[in-house]
């Protein structure tokens, strides 16, 4: 089992910049990829940025590519998602998300999910 826990979200202005952590326990290990997906009211979840397990690969949504970046201390068993230039459509909750086996932009692929932080872009 690997634990995940989000913390860091928050609500800022459009243009302003934030940073979302995701710390994990457990059988880090296992961990292949981490991922951050976010999810907003009536809409279904969706693939943010995703970082190898030594930081060495990363890929990003078209649609936060530029602006946000994700890394990670392994000393820390932590996960970073830095946001810059944020927009009101970057209002979600935030979730991060691991997979033993994959680095994938697919919900399904990700084993161990935390409960997410809530980020609200004003405009």
């Known amino acids: 089992q690997v634990h995940l826990e989000e913390s860091g979200g928050g609500l800022v202005q459009a243009g302003g910049s934030l940073r979302v952590s995701c710390a994990a326990s457990?059988?880090?290990?296992?961990?292949?990829?981490t991922a951050w997906f976010r999810q907003s009211p009536g809409k279904e979840r969706e693939f943010v940025a995703v970082i190898s397990r030594n930081g060495g690969i990363t890929s990003y949504a078209d649609s936060v590519k530029g602006r946000f970046t994700i890394s990670r201390d392994n000393a820390k068993n932590t996960v970073y998602l830095q946001m810059n230039s944020l927009k009101p459509e970057d209002t979600a909750v935030y979730y991060c998300?691991?997979?033993?086996?994959?680095?994938?932009?697919?919900?399904?692929?990700?084993?161990?999910w935390g409960p997410g932080t809530q980020v609200t872009v004003s405009s």
């Open positions: 998300a691991t997979s033993s086996l994959r680095r994938t932009e697919v919900a399904d692929d990700y084993d161990f």
């Open positions: 457990g059988r880090t290990f296992i961990i292949y990829g």
